[in-house]
């Protein structure tokens, strides 16, 4: 019998329906979810408009490749740019964040004709090779991923980037909040102070909105705090749901020639239906707004329990830090309290739920949390 190639450590856990804010698994058992499968799930979990418009679209046509007009395509970006407000980038389609990213840095060599790639400490794009050589892991970059052209400096250091960034650099590649690093806030004058630098020296500087796009900061991209524009900026995770979609915007600076950059699966007619649904489900149900409001929710509850080290987020990307390792406290929420939550690193509980999460399913986590650390607490 052939096996699963073995990379993943598993919870004993198989959820076989899910609705909102909730995972049934095969005995019936409930449980909440505060982490929308690494921050994928965007607006619930088989919201009935999203269902019926992919079930609608199944019916007709799932796939054709890119030789052939989607129209499909063209209806999301013209809403995708509207609710980002950024009209008048172009979009490019593929299929999940590492592939945006490998795209954004692929379309910036060939914009300057460069090689030296800026990248930070604890930052994360992906497992692909131009992506994985761009991420501050070693334990995931393998011999054959080159990665000497790349730089890591100090997240949030201003001044470290203004003498790194040269006109050798061929892009500055960065999250806007750290997602796997530990949900590390940029600052406005971090973020500033890398777009001035790559206006100085035709450097692209590329936002990586994977995880901290799609309205889960409480903009629709969190750069957006800052007031600056990206040339690029990746996305993925909450644009489909759970179906397997990615882009990336595009400045106006760069032009598009025939075979530039290319994808079979990416753009196809399902997953744009998907993305299509996502945002029209955003736009008319005030997602981005409830984003901000819960996140508010859960920080003040967060404070009022305390025992943490530092609080760090914006909107429904947040992180609590503790001064001791999380792994039991996690498991204490899963297995006791049926809530599914994140870690980063070892003393960071990771929340990323749905934007449509409310102050009930809010409340059910505060009041497990303060248990949970009572527990931990007299554990010590």
């Known amino acids: 019998m052939a096996e699963l190639f073995n990379v993943y450590p598993l919870y004993d856990i198989e959820p076989v329906r899910a609705q909102g804010s909730y995972l049934w698994d095969t005995n019936g058992t409930r449980y909440l979810d505060l982490y929308g499968g690494h921050a994928v799930i965007s607006v619930g979990h088989t919201h009935p408009r999203y269902v019926q418009a992919l079930t609608d679209q199944l019916h007709k046509i799932s796939f054709y490749s890119n030789s052939v007009r989607i129209p499909q395509q063209q209806e999301l970006a013209d809403k995708l740019g509207s609710l980002s407000e950024h009209p008048d980038y172009a979009l490019f389609l593929c299929n999940s964040g590492a592939e945006a990213n490998e795209n954004a840095l692929k379309l910036a060599s060939f ?50 980037a203004r003498e790194a960034i040269t006109t050798e650099t061929s ?51 969190s750069h957006q705090f800052s007031g600056i524009q990206a040339d690029i900026i990746s996305m993925a995770k909450g644009m489909g749901n759970g179906f397997p979609i990615g882009g990336i915007l595009i400045s106006p600076k760069f032009k598009a ?8 699966f990416g753009g196809n007619h399902l997953a744009c239906t998907a993305a299509i649904a996502v945002l029209d489900i955003m736009k ?60 980063a690193g070892k003393t960071i509980i990771r929340l990323l739920p749905s934007l449509a999460i409310g102050t009930d399913e809010a409340d059910i986590f505060l009041e497990a949390l303060e248990k949970c650390l009572k527990t931990e607490q007299t554990a010590a």
């Open 284 to 343: 008319e149900e005030g997602l981005i707004e409830n984003a901000v409001r819960m996140g508010d929710y859960f920080m003040n509850g967060i404070r009022q329990i305390g025992g943490y080290k530092e609080l760090r987020g914006r909107g429904l990307m947040i992180g609590i830090e503790y001064d001791f390792p999380v792994e039991s406290l996690r498991k204490n929420l899963l297995f006791e309290h049926k809530q599914f939550t994140g870690v």
């Open 171 to 221: 892009a500055v590649i960065v999250e806007g909040i750290q997602g796997v690093g530990g949900i590390h806030v940029a600052s406005d004058d971090f973020l500033q102070t890398l777009r001035k630098r790559c206006d100085e020296t035709g450097t692209v500087l590329i936002l990586d909105g994977v995880q901290c796009g799609y309205g889960r900061s409480g903009k629709f991209f």
């Open 257 to 264: 020639s025939f075979g530039l950059l290319g994808t079979t």
């Open 111 to 160: 914009h300057n004709g460069r090689t030296q790639v800026i990248a930070f400490r604890k930052g994360f794009h992906g497992r692909t090779a131009g992506a994985v050589a761009a991420t501050d892991n070693p334990s995931i970059v393998a011999p054959v991923n080159y990665n000497k052209h790349v730089t890591f400096l100090p997240y949030n250091d201003a001044e470290a």
